[in-house]
């Protein structure tokens, strides 16, 4: 049966010029591969040393980390404002949800994925959909909803630019964002040359423009437009969305039936508050005063307007969101989704964007949010995936204590699963690093063993654990900081 989308077509010739490693796949195992194994397989892939250094000159050039002035100014307004809500959430979801239907809209609360997939497959089989478009949502790829709709027999395509370029190849975005920031345009102008069955080159106003009129058929046609929410306002019951392709208008507003799908956390107080969070989002996540479109949705369409759904629902998902409410981690839902910690993160370019994780989230965020959330016992060790240089934490736009949280969650851990053997070990660590003494002999055995082959470090206790994915630091100059700041600064 061929293909009811216009811009999948063909998309079964669609390859990769690299074999593409299984963890970035679409479909997340239900046991992932050993996160050592993951790492050492993408440090040294070729294609990472390029995606790192795309990172981290959109770091320099945006200057990510920094909060001059008004900015700083704003960023405080912003982590207050995401605050106020958690501090009362259910009561903001409460009002938020009066206030959907007072305009027309069906609220869903689904305690986990299989009741939010489940309110879903009920709209599209009542609707009898065959065709339904997306705008960006990264709940919907933590629910593994295009799966879901596929075996149904719902085509699904994605209308983001840079996750169609990744769903055209089975792969998961590589950042929340930047969808397809480990793909050079060359990988993409392949990848579109496939699907057309000619060369197109690489020039990206030629594959934007090819891209836009492959789905421009698919928004006429789709039976369900389906959609992220980037905030979800309780006094209003107005669903924010920003974008800078306008697909989110056209997702929106040309289906007959708009799902909008969400986690609970996305709900703020008050309009007011997208002045402040919209922005900063924008910033945080794109380097803009604000992105080219922001989409506000009001409802279904009215009588006597020309355009808009005939039928809008929104599905709030809680995914074990609640049980982080009151905790020490409760802050981490504070999170807009920007990625700033994910471009900041020398970890996260290291391993060449967010498919080594082994999870819908990726980077620092992706590091707290799912050892919190997931049933997999293997997503626990997550948080060392993170050098803790405090990057992150000076990147988020709301002030989220990621450094902290790490360390939290590392702790967590090793109360839970080390060995008697291990935390004696830690027990004499601590032990002589509390006297000056212990201190300096480490510090001299360290750099004693600068003489030592490499192969012969990597074989020493502890070290050659640290070292799988790493490269070994040098020793010869260890303690030299210290030294430095007791001197004053002096070499």
């Known amino acids: 049966m061929s293909p009811r989308s216009s811009a999948l077509a063909g998309a079964e010739r669609v390859g990769t010029d690299r074999e593409r490693p299984e963890y970035a796949s679409t479909h997340i195992p239900p046991h992932r591969r050993p996160l050592p ?8 892939r070729p294609e990472t040393e390029t995606t790192r250094a795309r990172l981290s000159l959109r770091t320099r050039e945006w200057d990510i980390g920094r909060w001059p002035g008004a900015r700083a100014e704003q960023r405080e307004r912003a982590a207050y404002l995401r605050r106020r809500t958690l501090a009362d959430l259910e009561g903001n979801l409460a009002r938020l949800t009066e206030n959907i239907e007072a305009n027309g809209g069906v609220v869903h609360r689904a305690k986990d994925a299989a009741e939010a997939l489940a309110a879903i497959e009920r709209i599209v089989t009542r609707r009898q959909a065959q065709l339904a478009v997306k705008s960006k949502s990264m709940v919907s790829e933590e629910i593994h909803l295009n799966d879901h709709l596929t075996g149904l027999g719902v085509e699904v395509v994605e209308t983001d630019l840079g996750e169609y370029i990744v769903q055209i190849a089975d ?7 930047a969808p397809a920031v480990h793909l050079s345009r060359t990988d993409v102008g392949r990848r579109f040359s496939a699907i057309a069955g000619r060369d197109l080159g690489d020039d990206p106003d030629d594959l934007a423009a090819f891209a836009r009129e492959q789905l421009r058929e698919d928004f006429r046609n789709a039976d369900v437009g389906i959609s992220g929410v980037n905030f979800a306002v309780a006094e209003t ?38 002045e402040t969070l919209l ?5 945080a996540g794109a380097n803009q005063e604000i992105t080219v479109y922001q989409t506000l949705v009001n409802g279904p369409r009215r009588e006597g307007e020309t355009d808009g759904p005939e039928e809008l629902h929104v599905v709030i998902l809680d995914g074990g969101r609640s049980d982080i409410v009151g905790t020490r981690y409760e802050e981490a839902l504070a999170c807009i989704r920007c990625g700033a910690c994910q471009t900041a993160c020398p ?3 290291a391993v060449g964007g967010g498919h080594a994780y082994g999870n819908v989230y990726g980077g620092p965020i992706g590091a ?25 934490g000076d990147a988020c736009p709301v002030k989220i204590p990621l450094p902290d949280m790490l360390v939290d969650l ?19 660590w601590a032990r002589t690093w509390a006297s000056r003494a212990g201190f300096a002999a480490t510090i001299a055995g360290a750099r004693a063993s600068a003489v030592l082959p490499e192969r012969v470090l990597r074989r020493l206790p502890m070290a050659g654990g640290w070292a799988r994915g790493r490269s070994m630091p040098s020793t010869k100059d260890a303690g030299q900081m210290r030294r430095r700041r007791r001197d004053g600064g002096r070499r």
């Open 37 to 44: 194994l993951m790492v050492a397989d993408a440090v040294h």
């Open 171 to 177: 792969e998961r975005p590589a950042h929340i964002v």
């Open 237 to 274: 019951g107005t669903l924010a969305l920003v974008t800078n392709e306008g697909n989110a208008d056209m997702v929106t507003s040309q289906p007959p039936v708009h799902i909008a799908v969400m986690t609970l956390e996305k709900v703020v107080q008050e309009f007011a508050d997208l």
């Open 279 to 283: 922005p900063i989002l924008s910033k």
């Open 347 to 349: 970890v996260f370019g």
């Open 368 to 392: 707290v949010i799912t050892p919190l959330l997931s049933d997999r016992p293997e997503d626990r060790d997550l948080p060392y995936l993170s050098s803790l240089c405090g990057a992150c």
């Open 410 to 428: 590392r702790a967590d851990y090793q109360e839970e699963t080390a060995s008697p053997a291990t935390r004696a070990a830690w027990r004499a």
